[in-house]
């Protein structure tokens, strides 16, 4: 058994041919009949292929292994018995992600000037709700803040910026990513301009900017959060990825509406500057953390 780019390789030999086969597959244990467990493949032949995305990766923290048994079954399928062959298979999290399946939320990259060692501005709130704002659409500039030396001067800023190192953050973990052949179909970053301009950096895919994934200024009527846990529960399309590039201070940024899930909310403010977490939408409408915080350069390295 052999794992390519989006599915598990099958191949078997039986020394008495049979009518039918069929391949069952169990977590963390041996199949012991034909109904124990998923049925990855029946029918005839002797290969099949069974696509990653009905499989999750392992961690070190939760290691996953899927043990696969072959049954040789009458004409109908309905008399099985065990031919003694099995192979087992740990995913690990970039096998998974390659085989598509995965929504990954980032936060944007840096925002801190090295040479002062503070954020590049801040956003000015005081303009107000994307609904009524006293600046139109300030919260979308990209505008930086300007060098007056000695100082700095934030006057010209409405909103905080990426900083040099951020640039370089969006660029080593896009790199990366592509270098690790991640497939994406879609790209969706906060309206602000620190956020799409990270997502563009990375270059995944073409970048749609979207208000439920906005800092502060739609808070008046949206939870982010909710919004946020809508994304992360949608599987993407067969064998792709989709990337959410958003901000921290979601417990904030909640409004009136209540919170769904307080849990993730507190997971996703805990997204290092740059970082990604990884989660795998689940049937139930659920969603799993395979993965947190993984740095830019860790994408070059991640299992």
């Known amino acids: 058994m052999t794992l390519d780019v989006a599915d598990v390789?099958?191949?078997?030999?039986?020394?008495?041919?049979?009518p039918r086969v069929k391949i069952v597959r169990k977590l963390g244990a041996v199949p012991s009949s034909a109904q124990d467990g998923d049925v990855a493949f029946e029918g005839t032949g002797s290969t099949a292929r069974h696509p990653t995305r009905a499989l999750t990766p392992g961690t070190a923290a939760a290691p996953r292994v899927y043990t696969w048994a072959l049954f040789a079954c009458d004409a109908s399928g309905a008399t099985c018995t065990a031919t003694g062959l099995t192979a087992t298979l740990q995913v690990t999290v970039m096998q998974?992600?390659?085989?598509?399946g995965y929504v990954l939320y980032?936060?944007?990259?840096?925002?801190?000037?090295?040479?002062?060692a503070q954020d590049v501005c801040s956003d000015n709130l005081s303009l107000g709700y994307a609904s009524a704002p006293s600046v139109p659409?300030?919260?979308?500039s990209c505008t930086p803040d300007v060098r007056v030396t000695p100082n700095w001067d934030c006057t010209g800023a409405t909103a905080r910026q990426l900083s040099a190192a951020g640039i370089m953050q969006a660029t080593v973990a896009g790199m990366n990513l592509n270098a690790r052949m991640i497939p994406f179909s879609r790209v969706l970053s906060s309206e602000m301009c620190r956020a799409v301009?990270?997502?563009q950096v990375m270059a995944i895919g073409p970048v749609e900017q979207r208000p439920e994934l906005t800092y502060y200024?739609?808070?008046n009527v949206q939870n982010r959060c909710n919004e946020l846990r809508r994304h992360l529960t949608t599987t993407?399309?067969?064998?792709?990825?989709v990337?959410?590039?958003?901000?921290?201070?979601?417990?904030g940024d909640t409004g009136s509406i209540a919170t769904i899930d307080t849990a993730l909310c507190a997971v996703l403010d805990s997204t290092g500057r740059g970082n990604a977490h990884v989660y795998k939408p689940l049937s139930d409408g659920g969603t799993l953390l395979i993965t947190d915080n993984v740095a830019p350069a860790t994408w070059a390295t991640l299992p």
């Open 217 to 219: 200024v739609y808070g």
């Open 106 to 116: 980032f936060r944007h990259a840096e925002t801190i000037d090295q040479s002062r």
């Open 137 to 140: 659409d300030w919260w979308k």
């Open 9 to 18: 390789v099958m191949t078997w030999a039986l020394v008495v041919p049979s």
């Open 243 to 251: 990337a959410l590039v958003s901000h921290s201070a979601i417990t």
């Open 197 to 199: 301009t990270s997502a």
């Open 96 to 100: 998974g992600l390659r085989g598509g």
């Open 236 to 241: 993407p399309d067969a064998g792709t990825n």
